[in-house]
């Protein structure tokens, strides 16, 4: 039995060391060969000549298509990005894509842009929609972007150097730029520089660059769903074994021959492999002699899952909802969706009512400024009113009491006589106050034209206050029992309003012109009138004012100086439908009736005119009128063609009268019966 059982042993021992060795065969085979070309496997990626890729490397898209501007909107560059980024994930690319985007968006995509290319491959970044140069560099503008002069484009835009400057720190071999951005400037009218389109890009080795037109050209946005760059582009990087070169030579010739030349693609390159966006048909590796089940490799899924959850690490905990937006429109097929979905929504709703809690405390705010505004103008009102209050106090305290305003007069007539008034006679304290615009003829070498007269018959026994003018110079006087003290200094303007007070005391006299201290006289001999009657504008003798005259005041008593002061009239505040220049206190018209009239009916028209609550208009005069060609700025607008009257008598002709044109900026002296506007006028310092 022992030697038959040495047989069986031997035969055992045999067949188990041909099960090892076979065993060991299968090993081999499977580590030398790899897993065959049966296995289905797609070769999408850099073809095996590359000497920077290889095939199992990632394929990594940033897609960014912004078209709704406020300015200056798109039609295409959202449907260009979504039907790129459609096309790129088709080829094996895993895809961010942005869609009307602000800047702070589109710099935090291209930031973590960068730091996935890290991982190595090939990197694509594809922009669509507004870009412009400035000083030889390139920008890509966002939404909401406040661009109002080329010194704001840095700080609104986004640098194309960015996206390079990423590129070259994540040294991942091989990277393709596409900028479809050439369209027009939107910003050129307020730009020094009248560059178009978009400047070279000096990029770093292994880089691809691919314009939508030729640098400095510009291409057009399209009538289409897509433009005609991006859907030549689509149609080309889908056709097997075509070299990245190729294909965009392919859809530069197709461009060139649909735009009619008008558009002509352009790209640049320092790449030393091949790329194929599809790679071309390779022939079926020979198959083993043994059959071998090799381990499968990791699925595409499950690669995409595990860049899904590495970029989970870094914004599950975030607060911002772009970053799950941007996390959503990368990897939409990601098992992490649902729950970034959640998350966005939950922030959204925290951010919402927020938001709505700001508006309401806003509101509240507004509504507190309101009324904190409205407590600080009643209050200014009880301060002015209380000021005016004490003003009009001082004020009477200073006029002692209202019996000493003996006459007032707004807008008086010409040649009025106030009979049985109650002006003192004899050697007294009195005050005049007027206002008072003499006219280029105003005595022009006649004796003196009387504005106030006080007595009556007999010339050496009135009391006076005159106005001496001649051709060239308009004076006070003032007229005693025959005297005539002149005042020589006492000198006034033509054709303007002065403001004139005398003050008598005794036998002295001094005169005041718009407030300031102009001249005094010594009356010889006591004052001796035989009426109370006052003649405003003329005198019992005939004398008659040339000129206009308004609020005439006479105080029987003596003014002080404070008094004289706190007398001058303050600038009318406007009423509607008229304007005021603060620097001669004229009233004006904003705007003329609209009807043409001859001289002497503007004239008329003006001086029969009650506007604005006020009866006391004129035609302005002559300097007046060229004094606004200066401030015409204060008027309604005009016509170029407009002429408006003057009041000033003409020269060459006495009975021409002077035109003034706001729109041609002339002055000329026009027939009376001509037919031109009128702008009124009153008032004044």
């Given amino acids: 039995m022992f030697s038959q059982s040495i047989p069986k042993n031997i035969a055992r021992f045999i067949l188990r060391c041909l099960t090892a060795s076979v065993l060991l065969l299968i090993l081999l085979t499977a580590i030398l060969l790899?897993?065959?070309?049966?296995?289905?496997?797609?070769?999408?990626?850099?073809?095996?000549?590359?000497s920077e890729t290889a095939p199992g490397d990632p394929r990594t898209a940033l897609v960014i298509g912004n078209a709704d501007y406020e300015s200056a909107p798109l039609r295409n560059p959202v449907n260009d990005a979504r039907e790129i980024a459609k096309t790129l994930r088709g080829l094996g690319f895993s895809v961010q894509l942005l869609e009307d985007a602000s800047q702070k968006q589109m710099k935090r995509a291209i930031d973590r842009f960068g730091e996935q290319l890290?991982?190595?491959?090939?990197?694509?970044?594809y922009y669509s929609g507004h870009g412009i140069q400035v000083s030889g560099r390139n920008y890509l503008v966002p939404l909401k972007a406040e661009i109002a002069s080329e010194q704001d484009v840095e700080y609104e835009s986004v640098d194309a150097g960015r996206v390079l400057a990423k590129m070259d720190a994540a040294r991942n071999g091989m990277n393709l730029v596409i900028l479809d951005a050439c369209r027009n400037n939107p910003y050129a009218?307020?730009?020094?520089?009248?560059?178009?389109?978009?400047?070279?890009?000096n990029a770093p080795s292994g880089t691809f660059i691919a314009y939508a037109t030729a640098p400095g050209s510009v291409a057009s946005d399209g009538t289409g769903r897509n433009g005609l760059y991006t859907g030549e582009l689509v149609r080309h990087m889908n056709t097997p074994g075509l070299k990245l070169e190729e294909v965009f030579k392919r859809v530069r010739a197709d461009v060139q021959e649909?735009?009619?030349?008008?558009?002509?693609?352009?790209?640049?390159?320092?790449?030393?492999?091949?790329?194929?966006?599809?790679?071309?048909?390779?022939?079926?590796?020979?198959?083993?002699?043994a059959t071998l089940t090799p381990t499968p490799l990791p699925s595409s899924a499950?690669?995409?899952?595990?860049?899904?959850?590495?970029?989970?690490?870094?914004?599950?905990?975030?607060?911002s909802p772009e970053d799950f937006e941007d996390f959503l429109a990368a990897f939409p097929e990601s098992k992490l969706a649902p729950v970034a979905r959640i998350k966005l929504k939950r922030i959204k709703r925290k951010q919402a009512k927020a938001k709505a809690e700001e508006q309401q405390l806003a509101v509240e705010e507004k509504r507190q400024e309101e009324e904190r505004k409205q407590l600080e103008a009643e209050k200014q009102k009880i301060a002015e009113a209380k000021r005016k209050a004490e003003k009009t106090l001082a004020e009477e305290a200073k006029l002692q009491s209202d019996s000493s305003l003996i006459l007032t007069l707004s807008n008086p007539?010409?040649?009025?006589?106030?009979?049985?008034?109650?002006?003192?006679?004899?050697?007294?304290?009195?005050t005049y106050s007027v206002w008072i615009k003499p006219d280029h003829y105003t005595g022009y070498g006649s004796p003196a034209m009387s504005v106030i007269d006080v007595g009556c018959c007999r010339t050496n026994s009135r009391s006076s206050l005159l106005l001496h003018a001649n051709k060239n110079s308009a004076s006070i006087h003032y007229v005693a029992h025959g005297n005539d003290v002149g005042l020589r200094n006492a000198n006034i303007p033509y054709d303007k309003w002065s403001h004139v007070i005398l003050v008598k005391k005794g036998a002295k006299i001094r005169v005041y012109i718009d407030g300031e201290y102009q001249a005094d006289g010594q009356i010889k001999r006591g004052q001796n009138v035989t009426s109370n009657n006052i003649y405003i504008g003329h005198s019992p003798q005939g004398e008659v004012f040339r000129g206009k005259l308004k609020d005439i005041k006479i105080w029987d008593r003596e003014f002080s100086a404070a008094e004289i002061d706190s007398h001058q009239s303050k600038p009318t505040e406007a009423q509607p439908g008229t304007v005021i220049d603060q620097a001669t206190g004229l009233m004006w018209q904003k705007k003329s009736d609209g009807t043409k009239r001859n001289w002497d009916a503007a004239k008329s028209y003006c001086s029969n005119l009650t506007f604005g609550g006020y009866s006391d208009w004129e035609l302005p005069s002559k300097e007046e009128l060229e004094d606004m060609l200066e401030k015409k700025d204060l008027f309604d607008p005009f016509r170029r063609g407009d002429w408006y009257w003057s009041s000033s008598s003409g020269v060459g002709f006495a009975s021409y009268a002077w035109s003034v044109s706001f729109g041609y900026g002339n002055v000329i002296s026009t027939h009376p019966n001509g037919s031109y506007y009128s702008r009124c006028v009153r008032g004044g310092q």
């Fill in 34 to 50: 790899g897993p065959p070309s049966s296995l289905g496997q797609t070769n999408k990626g850099i073809s095996k000549t590359s």
């Fill in 118 to 125: 890290r991982d190595g491959g090939v990197g694509l970044f």
């Fill in 189 to 201: 009218r307020s730009f020094r520089s009248a560059s178009q389109g978009l400047a070279t890009l």
């Fill in 258 to 289: 649909k735009s009619g030349n008008a558009q002509v693609p352009w790209d640049a390159s320092s790449l030393t492999g091949d790329f194929f966006f599809v790679s071309p048909e390779e022939k079926p590796e020979p198959a083993a002699d």
């Fill in 302 to 319: 499950a690669s995409q899952f595990l860049a899904d959850e590495e970029l989970w690490k870094e914004l599950k905990d975030s607060d």
């Fill in 413 to 430: 007539v010409q040649k009025t006589i106030i009979r049985n008034s109650k002006h003192p006679k004899g050697n007294v304290e009195i």
